[in-house]
């Protein structure tokens, strides 16, 4: 057990719609960071989040945002969903932004 | 840009055998670089990671990684495989330079299957 804990574990919604999945960090962790993983793109970086600020952004869609809260929780929206977001999103934190990243058990979304 | 790259999608060894994951990497400045493990159904467990020092470098569960500077390469090694070790891998990449940020690049992975 990581440590970094995901709600939910499944996600099941239709085209258009709009979800929110969200990440606990490891205790003291201050650095929150966002994959994207599916099988033909991969394990894909989103975002990255630390002590509530933006701090870097990757392959995110205009059509994903997220935000980290003063208790340092994380959250993913997704919205317009296509079937093409399907996709495993796993979330991960670290102390800083030199030490490794410990991963969550992810949600795993299907767009119908 | 920093990229990683992982040539072989599988990799299969008899148990006991020596067990050997390849990466290549590239990244502007010098590297960060690590190895993480995903069993079905579950997220990516951290196994180890180079930053600097020695080249050879352990991690969990007797696993260990060689970085080489002039090949660009950071193989993951286990001298004797078990059935247990059968899992996806990943290796990761970041780029030192604080502008980089600190996202981790992955490779494509490589399943693992070792046979009894």
């Known amino acids: 057990d990581s440590g970094v804990t995901q709600t939910p574990k499944h996600l099941i919604t239709a085209t258009g719609q709009r979800v929110t999945l969200r990440c606990s960090p490891r205790?003291?962790?201050?650095?929150v960071y966002w994959y994207q993983q599916s099988l033909d793109q991969g394990l894909q970086f989103l975002i990255q989040y630390y002590n509530g600020e933006e701090r870097a952004k990757g392959n995110i869609l205009e059509r994903f945002s997220a935000q980290q809260f003063p208790d340092l929780h994380s959250e993913l929206n997704l919205s317009s969903l296509e079937l093409g977001d399907s996709a495993l999103y796993f979330c991960a934190s670290s102390r800083t932004g030199l030490n490794e990243q410990f991963f969550g058990p992810g949600t795993r979304l299907t767009v119908l | 840009a920093q990229s990683v790259a992982q040539p072989e999608d599988q990799v299969k060894v008899a148990e006991g055998n020596p067990l050997t994951v390849k990466c290549t990497y590239s990244v502007s400045g010098n590297p960060y670089l690590f190895w993480y493990v995903q069993y079905p159904n579950r997220g990516l467990q951290f196994l180890l990671k180079?930053?600097?020092?020695?080249?050879l470098v352990k991690g969990s569960y007797g696993f260990e990684a060689e970085f080489n500077k002039s090949q660009t390469s950071f193989h993951l090694k286990k001298p004797s495989a078990l059935v247990s070790d059968s899992a996806l891998y990943f290796c990761?990449?970041?780029?030192?330079?604080?502008?980089?940020?600190?996202?981790?690049?992955f490779g494509g992975g490589t399943r693992v299957l070792v046979k009894p």
């Open positions: 990761a990449v970041r780029d030192m330079r604080q502008a980089a940020g600190n996202k981790l690049t």
């Open positions: 205790s003291g962790d201050l650095s």
């Open positions: 180079y930053i600097t020092g020695d080249n």
